[in-house]
């Protein structure tokens, strides 16, 4: 009997906010696990990770990576298992980590060198592979350790706080003997970021209707100014950030979100850049694979030790993708979001 | 017979543009050279240097620097002549360079490290100690060399490229096998960019009226691209240099003389900083002086040597200096804007 493998596709862009009908659910046949051809693995998604990098690749303009083709499976990252292999590094049990898109399951050649890692569950969790211990843990290391590179008694703000990149950009600045104070939307997440992650303080940017408001709240909260700000927003908050900038301040410019559906928004204050001579720094984690192996050490080991705590949003079951993905674009998960599929 | 001594004072300070009237002529006495304590040099001044950090200094607001105070003489650099010392190390008619301000004479106390430089005017005009082997050639220098980093093949655009900084710039970026192109205000400008200092090529920015049409010129002159930026001016500049900003390139910060006056110039898309994984650093030579013996090293040779060309706009007499500056801060200047003092 053929099993039946549920996929999403993208099925049109957006023009401005995304919908639910810019995607089409779809099935197909999965692969006769007794037709692999030599070197290919066929794993079933026991988890996929929604991350705000695919609002980009739904554009067909110049952006950081090739945009998402129309009528093909959604990209993104996945964790499971193996179901039936003809590969000699990948065994029937084996937990993996891939880009499996957005479907139940997938069909790899193994013999291409990075598109399948084996991952060890007994102290991580499988989830967690596509979070903190995966490319958003990944993406705050870098950010934090190679653009912001935080001396003790510095201070360091984050926006998208409460989220999988946020949570660990923190936890590592505290960890370094820096001040770290976050941003995020709502009093829950605020409460959150600083009882449960640890974040020295958390501004609520809801409670902030503007500039001069949310740099005051900046103010309060960071009595010597900023020396590092992780930047996974855009807009308004950076603008408020930059008027607290110290002098020889980093940013690493992660995410732009608030200005994914449509017109760029502005910076208000270049000048303040050379005034503060600053730093600026764009990134995207997939170009300095060469930092993964000691980043993940460092993320594993804290988490297997209990000592990086993140959360996650889970979706259940495929079909309920799209909906998830449009409110982590609107803020609506808490931690990591993840869809559940088995 | 007491000799005289002319200073200009800063006045007032501008609100929007700066006029003369912000600035105050005065006449005090030379201070008598057989009353010189231990350790006292009295320079007279040959050349004043006009720079554009000097509008920077006349605002009160936060900057990189302190305000300068008012009612003082208005600082500035200035190359000289001893004509009295009780310093070991400065002997009547040594050429040294300083910071004498705007003003005929200066005493200085010699015995405080780096306040007062002997130079040697064999192979190169003392004038060109406050330009291409001064402030100015070390400004662009730092920023060519420690910010852009320019490999061979490389496309390095600069504004200002006519005045003391940008050519230094461009010429630097050639020398290291880049490609340079100049942005400059007006033909004539344009063609000594070109045709004297050998740059590939020059967009007189009085020719485009908006971002679109001056991104044109600059694809036209940069078919590869743009991989550094030398950023002299911002505003309008900056914004078109972004739309062709290559990825992994570098902007060296280093003037804003756009928004000098007023209200900040917004930097209209700043999500390019992501999406091309640009850096952008903005920076003040005096807080590198670690690197100006090298700096100023290789801009001795190559002035010397005549490889490094630069052109002088020279002011006759304190008196001119409010109209010169005020002409520099408008571009009337060609190349570097010096004030002749004797």
Redesign the interface.
């Known amino acids: 009997m053929t099993q039946v493998n549920h996929q999403i596709l993208l099925a049109s862009r957006p023009t401005g906010e995304p919908g639910t009908d810019n995607f089409k659910l779809v099935e197909t046949a999965v692969p006769d696990a007794a037709a692999l051809a030599d070197g290919q693995v066929l794993v079933r998604n026991h988890y996929l990770s929604l991350d705000p990098y695919m609002r980009g690749r739904m554009n067909d303009g ?3 990576a090739q945009p998402q083709p129309l009528n093909e499976v959604m990209i993104g990252g996945t964790v499971g298992e193996v179901v039936a292999s003809r590969s000699a590094n990948f065994k029937v049990g084996d937990k993996v980590v891939g880009m499996g898109g957005w479907q139940e399951f997938q069909l790899v050649d193994a013999s291409q060198r990075g598109v399948l890692q084996k991952v060890d569950t007994t102290h991580v969790p499988l989830s967690a592979y596509l979070g903190a211990v995966g490319m958003p843990g990944v993406t705050g290391w870098y950010g934090l350790v190679k653009i912001i590179d935080p001396k003790a008694g510095e201070t360091v703000v984050v926006s998208a706080a409460s989220g999988a990149v946020g949570g660990a950009v923190g936890q590592l600045a505290k960890a370094r003997g820096a001040r770290a104070v976050g941003i995020a939307g709502g009093a829950d997440k605020c409460r959150y970021v600083v009882e449960e992650l640890g974040f020295d303080a958390c501004i609520d940017y809801k409670q902030h209707r503007d500039v001069k408001s949310l740099s005051a709240a900046l103010k309060a909260d960071c009595p010597n100014g900023i020396d590092g700000y992780f930047e996974n927003v ?1 807009g308004m908050i ?1 603008d408020a950030v930059m008027l607290r900038a110290n ?1 020889f301040s980093r940013v690493a ?4 979100i608030a ?1 994914y559906n449509g017109e ?21 984690v997939s ?1 300095h694979m060469e930092v993964w192996p000691e980043a993940l050490k460092e993320l594993g080991t804290l988490v297997a030790t209990g000592k990086l705590k993140y959360r996650e949003s889970v979706a259940d079951g495929l079909a309920a993708a799209p909906e998830a993905f449009l409110g982590l674009l609107k803020g609506r998960n808490f931690g990591k979001q993840l869809v559940k599929l088995i």
């Open positions: 110049k952006s950081y855009g950076l002098a410019m992660c995410g732009m200005g760029p928004i502005p910076l208000s204050a270049p000048q303040l850049i050379l005034v503060n001579r600053m730093k600026i720094e764009g990134f995207i170009e």
